[in-house]
């Protein structure tokens, strides 16, 4: 049974369990209307977030991690002094606080230490590198491996990416705060990648082997040294693709995978062997056991995953992707028969419930906003693999076709019902959707309002003759912009980092007498 199931890679020309297909000159131009549209509606709602980032600007754990990289850049210019500030904030949080050492290094270097105007490349970074991971993964699975034309695979992908950003579970973390985004987005990212490229060595194990295995090798030891939700999943996907060589007896790819598997165990024991890790675990009261984290695991991925994040959004993208889906199987042409899907959705709902279990383990709860995006992310992505499944299963154990018409229309439908419904929520409701949250802020004046007041702050922090800063505190706090603030009292954790990170004595917030401003 675990050969047949895992067999599907060792898929080659055969008979299909497909009923035989027809228009492929008119499908082909079809794809590639449908790739040309979903890319201008991708690109069109990534514009407000790409505008609404130049008003963006560093806070909270931006400032503590990069202190030494930003001196150190104001002293000497010198990169090679930023690299080795950054590498001794590594070291020094390695012993004292956390061993996720690779991404405190990148931590360090938050692009604002350069000059406040270049955070807004935080936004840009994050999902440029989402981007090109998800493009090179749907492009390994649905195109390397299933057979599917490139513009299909490529169409997937932009669906996935329109949706994944517009509908994430906590935006400014992910998006426009420096700190979290680099700290769980780039990993998952790292991880989205390496999985592509591991599906492409094992479809193609002679096809530029040695560059992607080098590729292959430095995510995987950037990704055990990053977080411990996206490392975890990385050991297990490794573990999984290992025993699928070993059983399917491709050989050459399962020494490639051990290979990759040793340097992940490698990176990811400095990481949790860190001296820093049981300090920071002395701060929360309530720490579970290994068994009883995995348990709550499947808790919390019933609770989240399958209830409070199926929302409608969620179910419109499995609209919509089905009759792309359905497309491809119709021109698959493998002898897999898609056996055992339950045996597959259970895979799928076990690696994610994972996702939950560092989070549980090591503070009692299953994270904050940044830790369920990248649990979110991955939710959406196992959607259309599933899908490819079960409808799979099902042509093959019913020999149904559907003719070309019938899935035009579908994909229009499925078009048509979204954006119905996402008129409807941007007008009562516009932070539903990053892009039109951005886009509120940009309209109603209250990302150009907070940046002034930013502005207003940099020239007091920038004076060297102003030692003690009073800081007024803002009258907009835009949705996706604003993460955390100082406090009035100048020794709280956020105070401190903030004036060290700017040279002065003190910093200390003003409360505003007046209530907060709004926007309609």
């Avoid at 497909?18 to 228009?23: I, T």
């Avoid at 690299?83 to 270097?109: C, H, V």
Wanted: with cysteine.
């Amino acid at each position: 049974m675990v050969r047949k199931l895992f067999s599907f890679f060792t898929v080659r020309k055969a008979k299909s369990c497909v009923p035989e297909k027809s228009d492929n000159t008119i499908r082909n131009k079809s794809g590639a209307g449908w790739l040309a549209l979903w890319l201008v509606l991708f690109v069109g709602g990534l514009i407000p977030i790409f505008l609404l980032a130049f008003y963006n600007f560093p806070c909270a754990d931006d400032f503590g991690f990069s202190t030494y990289t930003r001196l150190a850049w104001e002293d000497t210019h010198n990169l090679f002094s930023v690299f080795g500030g950054a590498a001794k904030k590594t070291m020094e949080l390695w012993y004292s606080w956390q061993g996720t050492f690779a991404s405190i290094f990148l931590m360090a270097l938050q692009p604002g230490i350069f000059g406040d105007q270049f955070y807004c490349l935080t936004t840009w970074f994050m999902i440029g590198a989402l981007t090109v991971a998800v493009l090179l993964l749907f492009d390994a699975v649905f195109h390397n491996c299933l057979g599917a034309k490139r513009h299909t695979a490529f169409t997937l992908a932009f669906i996935y990416l329109f949706f994944g950003i517009n509908s994430m579970i906590d935006r400014t973390q992910g998006l426009f705060w420096y700190n979290g985004a680099v700290h769980y987005m780039l990993p998952n990212a790292a991880l989205f990648a390496v999985l592509g490229i591991l599906i492409k060595m094992f479809v193609d194990t002679k096809r530029n082997a040695a560059g992607r295995m080098i590729l292959a090798l430095m995510l995987v030891f950037y990704i055990g040294g990053g977080n411990l939700v996206t490392g975890l999943e990385c050991g297990i996907c490794l573990v999984i693709a290992f025993l699928i060589l070993y059983l399917i007896k491709k050989r050459a790819s399962y020494l490639r995978v051990g290979i990759l598997f040793a340097v992940w165990i490698l990176s990811f024991g400095i990481n949790v062997l860190a001296p820093g890790n049981q300090i920071r675990q002395m701060n929360f009261t309530y720490r579970p056991g290994i068994i009883m984290s995995v348990l709550e695991s499947f808790f919390y991925c019933l609770e989240y995953v399958f209830g409070e994040w199926s929302s409608w959004i969620v179910w419109i993208y499995i609209l919509i992707l089905i009759p792309f889906i359905i497309e491809i199987m119709q021109n698959y042409s493998g002898r897999f028969s898609f056996p055992y899907p339950v045996a597959v959705l259970t895979l799928s709902f076990c690696i994610l419930s994972s996702m939950f279990t560092p989070s549980i383990y090591a503070s009692g709860n299953p994270g904050a906003g940044r830790i369920f995006n990248v649990i979110y992310l991955t939710f959406l992505l196992f959607i259309p693999i599933d899908l490819f499944y079960l409808i799979g299963w099902w042509f093959c154990r019913y020999r149904v076709t559907l003719a070309w018409k019938k899935l035009e229309t579908g994909k229009l439908c499925g078009l048509i019902a979204f954006f119905f419904c996402a008129a409807l929520f941007a007008k009562a409701k516009p932070e539903e959707f990053t892009a039109t949250a951005a886009l509120q802020s940009l309209i109603n004046g209250e990302a150009v309002s907070y940046y002034a007041q930013q502005q207003d702050r940099l020239e007091l922090l920038l004076n060297d003759e102003v030692k003690d800063a009073a800081l007024q505190e803002f009258t907009v706090k835009p949705q996706l912009l604003f993460y955390e603030d100082i406090e009035e009292d100048p020794e709280n954790w956020k105070n401190v980092r903030m004036r060290n990170y700017y040279r002065k004595h003190s910093v200390r917030l003003l409360r505003n007498t007046d209530s907060e401003q709004t926007f309609d």
